[in-house]
Each structure stands twice: as C-alpha cells, then as structure tokens.
C-alpha cells in the first residue's frame, strides 16, 4: 500500500505541525524567563488559544475522504539510523489535534483554580505535556513517535507527584511510569524489529510509517512485532488485565489536569489503529479474536465494577476503561463502520470522558473528594454543576444526538457483522454504563443532602461554565452533524479497511 | 408549503424547549406568563399543523416523504432526519399534539405553585418536540432518536419532584428498564440494516418478502423487546406504576397517553415485517394477553388512584399488544386513540376524587359500603357483557354461513374490537361515576381551584371519543368502518392471520370476562378505599391477595435474581482493587478470620510451615531426639516457606479461599445436619492430616494442599445443595476467583512473567513450525 503524500509547504504554505509542536515549547520558556506572576496565566492562555486557533485551520484546511497524507514535513533521515523527523495528517490522526488543543484551552481556563500555588510549573507542565501529545499524534516515524511516547512521562510524573490530591500519589507516579516504561520498551523491540526488516527488504533501515507500509513482514514476524507493540499500547490504553495502574494514577494524580489528557487523549488505541492494524495485518487477522474478548471483557468488567463506586474518580477511571472495551471491539471488528465507530469514539471520549473529570475538579474544589458521602441533593444548590454532569453523562451513555450515541453504535453494527454475541455484549455494556452514570446522579445529585454537605454550596463560576459549555457545545456538534467527522477519517480508514481485508 | 409545515411540527416545540430551558438556566429572566404561552403557543400551532396535515393526508392519503437534512453516513449507512407523512403517523401526531396542548393549558394552573415551574415548561414541549419525531421520522434510527428522547423527558419528569427520593429512584428505575428494550431495540435495527442495508420504512418493507421467516422473527422479536420495555409490557412492566411520582400533567401525558403507547406504534408500523413473521407475532399476542390481566388483576388491590389508573393502562396497552398480535392493527390504533383521551380525562380528574375522598369528611360519615354504583356504569357492564354474547352469536353464524378459516378469524377480531369497545366503554363509565360523584359533592370543594376548563374541555373530547366509538368500533371490527378505509394505505388487517381454534377464541373470551370482572371491582375498590376490607370474592384467599397485593413479587424477584447478583459481584471485583492497593503499599492483605475444623487445619499447616521456617537453621540443635523423618520435613518445610513465589501465594490462597468458604458456611448454618457435616469432614481432614504430615515428603505436602480444596469444594457443592441455592453466593464465589486473578494480575512479576511466557511460547510455536 502505497500512500500519497501532500507536503505542508504546497498545501498551506508553513509548516503548520512544526508550529504546532513548537509553539508550546515557546510559551514555555516564554512562561519561565517572564518575571511578573500577573502575567503568566495571560501568556499561557494566549498560547493554548493559538494552539487551538492553528489546530482548527488545520482540521479546515484538512482535505476531508482521501486516503493521502497532508500537511506532511520531512527532514531526514538520519544516515545508518533510519529515524527521521517526518510528520503529517491523515483521517485517522487529524480529528486528535484540535481535541487535544480543545482541552489544552479548557485545562489552562481552569489553572487558575486548580493550581492556586505555584501556577507558573503547572502551566508549564501541561504545555510540555500538550506538546509531546501532539507530537505523538503527529509523528509519521515510529522511532519519532515512540520518543514523544516516553517524553510524555517526564511532566506527566511532574504533575502527578506536584499535583497529585492523595496520600499515596508518589506511589502512584512510580507505578504508572514503571508500567510505562516497560510497556515502551517492549514496543521499542518491536519497532525495531520493523527497521531491521526494512532494511532486509529494502537495502536500508526506516522507521518510516509510509515505507513500512511498502515493506512486507513476514507472518512469523509479524505475530512477535504485533505483541511486542501491542503490550506497549495496551498498558497506555488501557486494555483490561493491563490497567491496574489506572485507577490508582486518576485518584491520587491532579484533579483536572492531567486526568483530562490521560482519559481523553487514546494514545494507546491510537497506536492500535495507526501502526499496529496496517503495519501488521495478519497478525492483527489472526489475533482478532483475543483482542475482541479482551475488548469484551474489559468493557464489562469496567462497568461492573463502576457500577459499586462511591467515589467519582474512582467511577470515571473504571467507565473509561468500560469504553476502552467498546473502542477495541470497533478497531478490531475490522469493517467500516466498527474502524469508523471505534475512531469516533475514541474523540467522543476525549470530549465525555475528560468532561467528566472536569466535572469532579468542578466538585472537588467545592466538597473535596467527590465522594457519595459528601454529596447528596446538590441539584438544588447547584444547578449548573448538575445540568453538566448530566449531560455529559448521557452523552457517555449513548444517546441519540450525542456524539456517544454515533460512535457507539456503529461500533456495534461492526460487531454485528462479526458475530452477533459482539453486539449483544456491547448493547449489555451500554446498559451498564446507563447503571452506573444514572445511579450516580440518583444518589448524588439527587437524592437528600448527606449532612456534611455545606449549606451553601457555590455554583459554577464563569470559567467553570464556559468549561461546560464548550463541552456540551462539542457533544451536541458531533452527535448531530456528524458528517464531516466521519468524512474526515472515512478516506484513510477505508485505506486501511483494504490493507487488511486484502489479505 | 408541506415540507414547511412537516417540519415546523415538532420544530416548533423544539425551539419552545430552548427558549424556555435557555431562560431557565439564566435564572427566569422572563415571567412565567410568557413561558406559558411560548410553550403552549408552540404545541397549539403544531397542533393546528397537525390538523392540516390530517386534511391532506385524508385527501390524498399516499405516503409521502419529507428530506429534511442528512444526519450520518457510514458506509452503506446512510440516515437522514426525513419524515414519513401518511394516514398512521397523521393520526398520531394529531393525537400527540391535541393532548399536549391540552395538558399544556391545564398544568398552568396545577403547577403555579411548584419550584420547577420553567423547568416543567421547557421539559414540555421538549417531550412534544421527541414525540413527534417518534411519530414522523421515516426510518427506525430517527425513531430511536425520538425514542430515547422521550425516555429522557420521562426520566426528567418522574423524578421532577426533586426533593423526593421516591421520584428520583422511580425515574432512575424507568430509565433503566427502558435501556434493557432499547439494547434489544437497536440489535433489531442492526439486524435490518444487516439484512435490508437500509433502515427507511419504505425500503425495508419493500424488501421484506426477500429475506426467511427464521431472520423476520428475529428482528420482530428484538423490536418487540424495545416495545416491551416502553410500553411496559411484562416483564419490564414494572416500572410504569412507579413513574407515577411525576406531576399528575406529565404522569397523564407521557405515561397514559403518548409515550407508553410508542410500542404500539412501532409494531404498527412495522405490520408488513411482522406479518412475515408469525411467531413473532404469537409472542406479541402472549405478552399482550399476559400483561392485559397482570394489569387487571394487580389493579385490583390497588390503594391510591394513580396506581389503580397505571395499571390500568398497562391493562389498556396490554389489550392494544393483543391486537396487533392477532393482527388486528387498525383496532389496535383506534383503542390507543380512544384510550389517550379517556385516560387523560381520569388523570387530569384524579386530584378533585383525591381531593373528594380524603378532605370531605361526609365520605366517611356515609360508609364506604353505602356509596351507590352509578346507573350508567351498571348500564355499561351489562351492555358490554352483552357484547360478548352478541359477538359468540355472530361468530357461529359467520361459521354456519361462510364456514371454516375466514369465520373464525372474523370472529376473533371482533372480539379484539369488543375488548377495544369494552374498555373504552369502562373508561367512560369511570368517567361518568367521577362526574356523578362531581356532582354528588357538588359543595365540597376545598381545592386550590375546581375543575379547570382544559378538563371539561377533555370531558367533551371524551364524550366525542364514546359517541365515535359506540357508532365507529363496532362496525370498526368488520372490515370496511371509515377508521379503517382511513388507515388502509398505512396499516390494514392482517388477512394472513391463521384460523382461530376453539381453544383460542374460548381463551379470549374467558379473558375479557375476567378484565370485566377486575374492572368492575377496581371501580368498586376504589370507591371504598378501604385496603383492609376487601369485599372481594377472589380475594379471600389470602395467599393469592398478598401475590397480587405485592404485584407477583416481580421487583423483588427483579432484585435477587439481577440486581443484587450484579451489586455484589461488583462490591467484590472493587475490594480486589483496593487490595492490589494494600499490595504496592507494601501490607499484606488481611488474614481471614478462622473458625471451623477444616480451616484450622489448615491454619495449623501453614503456622507449621512457619515455625519451620524461624526454628529449622537452629532446628538440629534444638531437637536433637527427632528421627530423621522429622529432620527432612523441617527442611522441606524451611525451604518451602521461604520460597515465597507462586507457590507460597497457592498456599495462602487456598488458605484464604477454604478460610472463606468455612467463614460463609458456618454463617448461614450455624448447628444441625450443617455442624454435624463439618464434624465429619473434619474428622477426614484430620486423619488425612496425621497421614500426611507424618509421612512429610514435599510431594505430599502438596497433595494435602490439593486434598484440602477438594474437600472444601465438596463442603461448597454438599452446602449449596443442602441449604438452598442461592445465586447472589454463587455470583460472589465467581468474584472471588476473579479477585485471585486480578491479584496475581496486580503484580509487576506476574506481568513479567505473563508476558515474557507469551513471546516464549509464540516463539517456540514459530521454530516449530
């Protein structure tokens, strides 16, 4: 498979993904050398508006239903190395850039109640983490990639140890970065073994996403690269025996920051659909079945768990691994509508599942630990911070009009064209996830005040609300104009629907 | 000018919604007065719209199409927002709007005083909004989208009274059950899509003879499932009686009138897919005739009003499945028509009989016993009763003119137009007591306001609806009635229907006796209200009145046999996460309590291992005089307990897992045949135990492990059976196991390990290939 490749410089005219990568890394020396604390949430808002501002001309300017890769800059490679610096867009990439600006945006207008203190390495912290996201999500070389994979660890671990609410958030830290590391250095071996194979095939080591598509692995290989890779996505995602990291990292770790990147932004199945699914299609043919059960597994087991939680940050981590399961039955259900269902669903979650860790920052900063204990009748006292739950719940739900409701049911028309236990559990799923989100909101929303809730409880303020309303704002748009999303990715996805079903 | 109209319908609502809820949320910029009139302004004009649409589907009564926009395309999936104009949803929209309105007007009044005044007003036409959609999208997703739509103004309005626990777990409960049909819903929309590669109506149906019977049953049967659940037909019916917590309004519009009958609709609509799929059509007959007397019967113990009416219209919807089931669709919309405006009537009256019963303290005074049954209801039983006979009449003669297949199903279907008739005819009867009883307490109002004009207003709509029915059903049961000339191009009597046996119709009829004689009681009981004195013949049996009294345990049953299971299980897999915690945290995780003979051994094993482990480097010293047996077993024991890889976690496992299993035992039978069990079995563990550890060899060491959960295992299986089999238990053993795994998962070794024997294996299966 070959594909073509549209330089940025043709395109637009600038190197938009360079600038978009290394805009942030101006801000944050522009943020470290600026010697008034006044003025460092107005630059840091500055930036992350710019960011987005870039990212939507990006999405515009996107040529929507082609399989050609845009926007493309290379330098490179380097000699006897093969790594090259060598970015671009396609449909399955370009929807993660504006989502990851969106909620950079969102995440700063909230710095400012959520890092009262020492403001200035918050912000800079999330911006180096905004920069290696998007430049994971923008990398065309895998070597590249696997860099901004691992860099992401450095303020990730920042944050959660600086940031982090509970006790035991040091632990925490440790613990997601060691099952990170080891996760990438599997994936490394993998990625290596694909230069290594290039290099029998074409005379010269690449770790190129374009020429590795040109260079066939063998089916042994394959299967040993597949699950060298697939451990390192696996743990990021996460899928199911490999997420017990999570729970822990999104109670402990920073309210909102943080959370709002690990939960919306799929690096992990990102990865499955970028390189794993077209890199290596037979394995991925033949490892189908265990990546739909562990799908199936994941999701249930999420939901069943989540369904007893009493602590919603707790709840949301086990929801997204629930969703997890219903994007890896999408990807791996191999036709068009579960590849285009498990993509938009993984953007649907970078809106609902990030939307709701706002909604806990929302809650912590009111009642601490959003726990079932402290809450309790808060629709009364607070109808804004009720009216954002809700609605973003029911997006997490499913229901028509919301972006979840598309995603998901689409990702159970693939499965169905599977087999039909796949749709069955998947409709099993949504039912559980109505459980729990709904029980939830009986129990804290409704329902009578626990009796240490304060009598005066502050409703949104302005930033909080405009928070919410650019959400709810997102869910609508996806759940109701959903074309030109799904036009957007449906030109490399059928790419790679022929990658794999050619075989 | 159509296009226009069509979509104006429920857009105007829809903006009524946005401009009401935007308002809201801004904290009432504007006076309630124009939120009134914005909201019902909008659903009057719709309504007009409605009429006029009515007009010209009347005129030109072909189907047609409305393009509104595109909505998603994936694939082969194409669905657009597109309408379906033609004489069914004309008649739905029409009945959808003109009860709205009229709901609208009246809840001006009865809301005045309520906190959520602006929320009511903006959930409203929100609801009329989701509903026509429902009604008018020309493909099952845009029905689906109304679907979930209404389910959410539901779940808004039942548990509107936010201060009320009660409301907020009944609208939680509604919703619930509700998405258990919608998943079974849309698995049937995927199956079309599967097999038809379109989800329009028109498509679809026109493909239909293509595909098996076996797949049309399928979808019917999935399709049914999601009307099962909306229209609160067994056995998702329980949710019905408790959406009764809303505002009396909501309560008359959303759960009487529209949206409880979408399920109807949808079989309706779905005649041509059904009628290829005679099974599935049985089944919606069986589930029809099942909830028709689970409501009737359970409507007979009923104490308060609104209960006795929710049950009431489950019998209703009930009656309405039956005959779509027996492939009498017209009859079926007629009843849903006839019985929206009848019940709205007695929703809407319910608060002044409230108000009657329990402020006027003549009532009281006078005696239940002494209350006298209206002439006309009387009048009404036995016309219907007559009815009945007249229809067995007509049946034999149809059989002894025309004879054989065509009398009988005629037949049948008069009976469904009798039952159809009846039960409007009780309706207006209910309706002509309450009006007596008007006028009988004439001087007694107390209320915030007597009875305002959109009820009296309804009353005439109903006295219409009576004067249609008692001239338009009864021919409406024989082919050719205007009703069903009117319909005809959208949904016609099934002519396919198999002959009815004697066995059938009996049924039948023996089913319409008995909803005659719950009807009758249920309007007698209610006059009462007196719970404890229940003059009633089929209740004497006590047994059978507290079945009926607790509505046949189905809540309850709904809790052991789901709820609970699911609840526990997911305690259980949480407690595996926290102890994964304890496990980072460097703590072990806490010992299990010990109490029984079995655990004890296997405490006592462990503790030796232990002690063998701190005493054995100075154990040759220590104990010079023990044989050389005992030497080796300390050394193996040493040796083992400092291997504390998996195999000390086997042990403590099976430590904790025999620990559990006694633990639970022993709580639920604390002496008996239980005891004397554990004694015994004990007793063999503890010869097995002198045999093995005198014979202390390591492989015997872990025969006793294994011999141990043997015998525990067969404790858990002679338990389960010996006590009951409970599944809650059962559920929480399979947690238990999950937890062992996901402990040993938690571990960054075993990872390691999974992982690494993963690659090994892939290897070694790669070299031997």
């Known amino acids: 498979m070959v594909l073509k490749e549209v330089f940025a410089l043709e395109q637009i005219g600038f190197p938009i993904l360079s600038l978009l990568l290394f805009l942030p890394v101006l801000v944050i020396i522009l943020l470290h050398f600026t010697r008034t604390e006044k003025l460092v949430y107005p630059i840091a808002l500055l930036g992350a508006v710019a960011e987005l501002v870039l990212a939507s001309i990006l999405a515009f300017a996107f040529v929507p239903n082609v399989a050609d890769v845009q926007f493309v800059e290379q330098l490179g490679p380097i000699p006897w190395l093969g790594v090259s610096y060598h970015l671009g867009v396609d449909g399955i990439n370009i929807l993660f850039v504006p989502v990851t600006a969106l909620l950079t945006v969102l995440v700063v207008i909230y710095a400012e109640y959520a890092a009262k203190a020492d403001a200035r390495r918050y912000l800079m912290a999330t911006l180096a983490l905004h920069a290696t996201m998007i430049g994971a999500f923008v990398s065309l070389d895998l070597v590249l990639f696997w860099i901004f994979f691992v860099l992401e660890l450095v303020p990730s671990y920042y944050l959660i140890t600086r940031w982090g609410t509970g006790a035991n958030r040091e632990r925490a830290a440790r613990e997601y970065v060691t099952f990170m590391l080891a996760g990438s250095a599997l994936m490394l071996a993998g990625i290596i073994a694909l230069g290594v194979n290039a290099h029998a095939h074409a005379g010269e080591v690449s770790f190129d996403y374009v020429e590795l598509l040109r260079a066939p692995v063998a089916s042994e290989l394959q299967t040993i690269v597949f699950f060298l890779m697939f451990f390192g996505f696996a743990v990021k995602a996460p899928v199911f025996p490999f997420h017990t990291w999570m729970p822990k990292v999104l109670e402990e770790g920073p309210v909102v920051g943080m959370s709002v990147f690990l939960v919306g932004l799929k690096l992990g199945t990102y990865g499955f659909i970028r390189f794993l699914i077209p890199l290596l299609p037979d394995a991925a043919h033949r490892w189908a079945w265990l990546m739909l059960s562990l799908g199936v597994a994941g999701m249930l087991y999420g939901a069943v768990i989540a369904l007893v939680q009493t602590n919603l940050r707790r709840l949301l981590a086990f929801s997204s691994l629930s969703h997890m399961g219903v994007v890896m039955l999408g990807l791996f259900a191999f036709n068009h509508y579960g590849l285009q269902g498990g993509l938009l669903q993984m953007i649907n979650l970078g809106i609902t599942g990030a939307g709701l860790y706002f909604v806990a920052g929302f809650l912590y900063s009111r009642i601490g630990p959003p726990d079932l204990s402290a809450m309790g009748g808060l629709v009364e006292r607070a109808p804004w911070l009720t009216a954002a739950y809700l609605i973003i719940a029911l997006a997490g739900v499913g229901l028509p009009g919301t972006g979840g409701f598309n995603g998901e049911h689409l990702v159970m028309l693939g499965g169905l064209q599977v087999h039909w236990a796949i749709a069955v559990a998947a409709g099993v799923g949504t039912f559980l996830t109505a459980c729990y989100f709904l029980w939830f909101f009986l129990q804290g929303f409704i329902g009578s005040p626990s009796a240490g809730l304060a009598p005066k409880l502050p409703d949104l303020r302005f930033r909080e609300r405009l928070i919410g309303i650019a959400l709810g704002f997102m869910i609508f748009w996806i759940g109701l104009d959903t074309i030109p999303f799904l036009r957007a990715m449906s030109g490399s996805l059928r790419a790679v629907e022929q990658m794999v079903g050619a075989r | 000018m159509f296009d226009i109209v069509v979509a104006a319908i429920p857009g105007l609502p829809l903006l009524a919604a946005l401009a009401n809820g935007v308002n809201g949320v801004l904290g009432e910029r504007y006076p309630r007065a124009l939120q009134v009139r914005v909201s019902s302004g909008a659903i009057l004009l719709s309504f007009l719209g409605a009429s006029w649409i009515l007009v010209q589907v009347v005129l030109d009564p072909s189907p047609r199409e409305v393009l509104i926009g595109r909505w998603f395309t994936s694939g082969d999936l194409a669905v657009n927002f597109g309408f379906l104009i033609d004489s069914l949803s004309a008649v739905m929209m029409l009945v959808t709007t003109s009860i709205s309105f009229l709901i609208a007007v009246f809840s001006i009044d009865y809301m005045h005083n ?111 499932l999601g009307a099962v659940g909306k229209s609160a037909q067994l056995p998702l019916a329980t949710w019905l009686p408790r959406a009764m917590e809303g505002p009396t309004p909501s309560s008359a519009l959303i759960h009487a009138a529209t949206m409880v009958t979408a399920g109807v609709y949808m079989i309706s609509r779905s005649q041509v897919l059904y009628d290829n799929a005679p099974d599935a059509l049985l089944v919606v007959a069986l589930v029809g005739a099942a909830t028709a007397v689970y409501g009737g019967v359970v409507g007979l113990v009923q104490t308060d009003i609104k209960s006795v009416l929710a049950y009431s219209t489950t019998t209703q919807l009930g009656l309405m499945f039956l005959a779509c089931g027996l492939g009498a669709y017209p009859i079926a919309i007629f009843h849903l028509a006839a019985h929206a405006f009848f019940k709205t009537y007695l929703f809407l009256t319910a608060p002044s009989i409230l108000h009657h019963l329990h402020g006027g303290a003549d009532v009281k005074e006078s005696g239940p016993a002494r209350q006298p049954v209206p002439a006309l209801f009387t009048v009404a039983l036995m016309a219907s009763s007559g009815l009945v006979a007249i229809a067995l009449l007509f049946r034999w003669w149809r059989s002894d003119m025309i004879g054989g297949a065509a009398g009988d199903s005629l037949s049948i279907l008069l009976a469904l137009g009798l039952i159809a008739a009846f039960s409007s005819a009780f309706a207006a009867a209910r309706m002509a007591h309450v009006a007596l009883q008007d006028t009988t307490h004439g001087g007694h109002h107390h209320g915030p306001s007597p009875i305002p004009m959109a009820v009296q207003l309804l009353g005439l709509l109903a006295a219409l609806a009576a004067v249609g029915l008692a001239i338009g059903l009864l021919p409406g049961g024989a082919p050719g009635s205007w009703f069903q000339q009117f319909l005809a191009p959208a949904v016609a009597t099934n002519p396919g229907i198999p002959p009815g046996s004697w066995v059938f119709a009996l049924l039948l009829f023996g089913l319409l006796i008995v909803l005659i004689f719950s009807a009758w009681f249920t309007t007698l009981y209610v006059d009462r209200f007196r719970p404890e004195q229940p003059g009633l013949m089929f209740f004497r049996r006590r047994r059978l009145y507290n079945l009926v009294l607790n509505r046949f345990w189905l809540d309850e049953l709904y809790g052991a046999l789901v709820v609970r299971p699911v609840w526990k299980l997911g305690r259980a897999l949480d407690s595996f996460d926290r102890n994964v915690i304890d496990w980072f945290a460097g703590a072990a995780p806490a010992p299990q309590k010990v109490r029984t003979a079995v655990e004890t051994w296997e405490e006592r094993l462990l503790a030796s291992r232990a002690a063998g482990a701190i005493v054995a480097p100075s154990g040759d010293m220590a104990m010079p005089t023990s044989t050389w047996e005992e030497e080796e077993r300390r050394e193996k024991e040493a040796a083992e307990a400092e291997t504390t890889g998996v195999i000390g976690w086997l042990t403590r496992t099976s430590a904790d897992a025999t620990g559990w299993v006694e633990t639970e035992v022993e709580r639920h039978s604390p002496g008996g045949g239980a005891g004397r069990l554990i004694g015994t079995v004990s007793g063999v563990s503890t010869w097995f135990e002198k045999a093995i550890i005198e014979r202390s060899s390591d492989l015997v060491n872990h025969l006793a492990e294994l011999v141990a959960r043997i015998s525990a295992a067969f404790e858990r299986i002679v338990f389960q059976s010996g006590i009951h089999v409970e599944l809650p238990r059962a559920s929480s053993r399979f947690a238990g196991v999950l937890i062992r795994t996901e402990e040993l998962l938690g571990k960054r070794l075993v990872i390691g390990l999974i992982v690494a024997a993963w690659l090994l294996a892939l290897v070694a299966e790669l070299l031997w290939s």
């Open chain 2, 114 to 224: 309520e906190k959520g005044f602006s929320r009511f007003f903006s959930v409203l036409p929100l609801f009329v909004a989701a509903m026509l959609v429902l009604v008018m999208g020309d493909n099952y997703v845009l029905l689906f989208l109304g679907w979930e739509a209404v389910g959410v103004c539901s779940y808004m309005l039942i548990s509107f009274y936010q201060d009320r626990t009660a409301a907020a777990q009944a609208g939680t409960k509604a919703f619930v059950m509700n998405r258990i049909g919608d998943a079974g819903f849309l698995l049937g929309i995927f199956l079309l899509f599967a097999n038809f590669g379109t989800t329009g109506y028109q498509d679809v149906f026109a493909r239909v003879p293509d595909v098996d019977t076996g797949t049309a049953t399928a979808i019917g049967l999935c399709l049914l």
